[in-house]
Structures are given as C-alpha cells and as structure tokens.
C-alpha cells in the first residue's frame, strides 16, 4: 500500500487506511520477532502508522497481537480446508496436507518468520493460553474435514487429527531451527507412510 500523508485532523492515521494490510504487516512482525520483542516502534514502522493511531485503532500491543492471532488462525484454518477437501482418497488427503505443511513451513523460515500459533504465542507466557485454544480447535476441524474420509467414523478422524497436529508442531519447530526443505519433505514421507500402516490405506 501507498504511503499517504495524512491530514491534520487525521493524527496519524492515513486517509486511505487499509486495515487488513495492516493486520498483514503486523503479523509478519511478530512471526519474526515473537511477541515480547515486537516493540510498538517497530510495529508501527511496519504498518505505516504512528504508535497513537496503532493504539485509537487496535488497542494496546496484547490486543493488536490477538487481532493478529485470530487473524492468522482463520487462515491457517481456511488452507486446512483446501488441502483436505474434495480429494480421492484418504492417502492423497494426508499427503496433500503434509506437503502443504512443508511448503508453508519452509516459505516461512525462509522469510525468518515462525507459526503464531504453535511457536510464537507458545512461548510467550501472556499468549499461550491462545496457542492452546488454537490446536485444539485445528484439531476438532481436522477431524471434521478427515471424517468422509472414514465412513464417518469419529473416533478415527479424531485420532488422525490429533496425530496431524503432532506431527505440524514438529515440523513448525524443525524449521524454525534450520531444518532444510530436504528434510521437511522426508520428515512429511516418513510421516505420511506412518499413518497409511496405522490407518490401512496403502493407497498412494
């Protein structure tokens, strides 16, 4: 977004405010910084506002970080979706969403930024309640999305779910500690054929 000066009654806040671009430079703050290092000086460098009009807009930093959580969670949840949805099987489900996993993860690292929700506000005291609450509801929609996948049986899905969301905790840490995108992708292999045995889909 075009930086646009900004009028004096306006203190601060430019006249065309973008507030869901906002929101994105935001985030990418804090994935790069985690939350206690994200400083309001260096958030409002990146979102083009001065700290006054972060704070009229958002609130305080913990309130702007949480608008930034529910923000990426939403995402998170929606490429969820799209990775398990409206596939053939149950084997080609898990690998697309594995190989997703590595692609978002690696992407990140490489931009030296790390998961909000299993990294960042995990590690910060104030926020991991968040990072809790978070898992647990990805696990719930990944049982939902696994289910059709299993003659809709819960308990199964359920299983699944939770084994998934193990294995993107392990892989989100990996990456933020230098993994290789080799090395996530083999991790994705071994885990995929982990849970075909354990689920009896030999399906490729």
């Known amino acids: 977004m075009t930086e646009v000066s900004s009028r004096p009654h306006d203190r601060g806040r ?15 703050v804090f994935r790069q910084y985690g939350y206690e290092a994200a400083g309001t000086d260096r958030l409002a460098h990146a979102m083009g506002m001065k700290k006054q009009s972060i704070y009229r807009t958002f609130g305080n ?16 949840t ?3 979706k ?5 596939r053939p099987n149950l ?31 995990a590690a910060s005291p104030d926020k991991a309640g968040r990072s809790q609450r978070a898992l647990r509801d990805i696990r719930t929609t990944l049982g939902k999305l696994l289910a059709p996948y299993l003659d809709k049986d819960h308990g199964k899905s359920d299983e699944l779910a939770m084994l998934l969301v193990a294995f993107f905790q392990s892989l989100a840490v990996s990456a933020r500690t230098g993994a290789s ?15 075909q045995h354990l689920t009896g889909d030999e399906t490729t």
């Open 14 to 28: 430019p006249r065309q405010f973008d507030e869901k671009q906002a929101l994105k430079d935001a985030i990418t």
């Open 61 to 76: 930093k913990s309130a702007l970080f949480d608008r930034c959580f529910d923000t990426y969670h939403a995402d998170i």
């Open 78 to 80: 929606h490429a969820l």
């Open 82 to 86: 799209a990775s398990l949805r409206d």
């Open 91 to 121: 084997a080609a489900a898990l690998k697309a969403s594995l190989l997703d996993a590595v692609d978002f993860f690696h992407k990140a690292q490489a931009q030296d930024m790390a998961c909000m929700i299993i990294v960042i506000a």
């Open 181 to 195: 995108e080799a090395e996530l992708t083999a991790m994705a292999d071994l885990y995929f054929k982990s849970l």
